[in-house]
């Protein structure tokens, strides 16, 4: 009986020792398995997912980098555009390849015009990327500041500069007249002669592309007061001789003047409209009328201060002036 169970032992330990075996075999077979990255061959098939101008597009590519991708698919990139990742970066399934397109741009500011690529989504944003153009807070742009550029745009810059400008300015002198009663009534004269003031005048001035299109006075400050000038004029007449008669009237010389058959050339009367008191001096520069009474044949400028022109005649008062 005891070599039997001498065996049975054996038998026990041997199978003991081919479990352990296996385990210790399969335990390396599944961590080498975990540890062995999984490799794919660089011709495969892979989705790649294109973003160009804000549109997607799926594919499928065998490239292996950025530039042979865009190979690939025949697209083709601008001097300007932009491609992330760079071209010589590696794609692999699931990449992304974004496209941002420049888009061209011209500016004109006043006479100056220029073509500008731009990557930016506004007219502000595109206009402060070019170093070449300055836009200040209160210039204009058209379109608007915030307007979605597009390719082929084009936008007008107006610089606006607003100054404050200060200039001394003249008041003008008013004229007034006045009438002396002992001075000769062909005497005019000068009794206080007017002087200009001067203020300070305080202006908001806007420019537009350094042309001037508006001032407004903010402020005024009265240096000096104008001086008023006074002209004196005579009223004295002196008469001598008077004659009653009719006054008709004529076209002349357009002027204060009368023909007269006797006093002498170059005399002064003053003609009194007997119905109505109005009266006019007149210088005697022709002669005439001749007839029916008249005494005195008006220019048509002087017969209208003292009667109608439709009326024709008028009964009047004539005075020789002597001085």
Not at 74 to 97: C, H, M, N, R, W
Not at 152 to 174: D, L, R
Request: charged share 30%; glycine share 6%; hydrophobic share 35%.
């Amino acid at each position: 009986m005891f070599p039997k169970k001498r065996k049975s032992k054996k038998r026990i330990i041997f199978s003991a020792l081919l479990i352990l075996l296996g385990a210790v075999f399969f335990r390396g077979k599944f961590f080498q398995n975990i540890q062995t990255p999984q490799i794919f061959s660089d011709s495969e098939n892979k989705k790649i997912v294109l973003l160009d101008s804000g549109l997607s597009f799926e594919m499928i590519s065998k490239a292996n980098t950025v530039e042979e991708f865009l190979k690939e698919q025949k697209i083709e990139l601008a001097q300007y555009d932009v491609v992330y990742p760079k071209v010589e970066e590696k794609v692999f399934g699931g990449t992304s390849v974004v496209i941002q397109r420049a888009k061209k741009i011209t500016v004109k500011e006043g006479e100056r015009k220029q073509e500008i690529f731009s990557l930016k989504n506004t007219v502000e944003e595109a206009i402060w990327e070019n170093k070449d153009i300055a836009l200040g807070d209160d210039d204009i742009t058209v379109p608007s500041r915030k307007t979605l550029i597009k390719n082929g745009m084009t936008i007008v810059v107006t610089h606006v500069v607003i100054k404050e400008e200060i200039k001394n300015e003249p008041i003008a002198f008013k004229t007034t007249t006045n009438e002396d009663a002992k001075l000769g009534w062909r005497i005019t004269k000068t009794t206080q002669k007017g002087e200009k003031g001067n203020r300070e005048v305080k202006y908001k001035v806007v420019y537009h592309n350094d042309k001037e299109i508006s001032r407004k006075i903010l402020e005024k400050n009265v240096n000096k007061e104008p001086v008023d000038e006074i002209i004196t004029q005579g009223t004295l007449v002196k008469v001598g001789k008077i004659h009653t008669g009719v006054a008709s009237w004529y076209a002349y010389t357009g002027t204060l003047s009368a023909a007269n058959p006797w006093l002498p050339m170059g005399s002064y009367v003053r003609v009194t409209n007997k119905d109505n008191g109005k009266s006019v001096i007149v210088k005697i520069n022709d002669r005439g009328p001749f007839g029916n009474g008249r005494i005195i044949d008006l220019d048509k400028v002087a017969f209208e201060k003292i009667a109608p022109l439709g009326q024709g005649t008028a009964e009047i008062k004539m005075e020789v002036i002597t001085n």
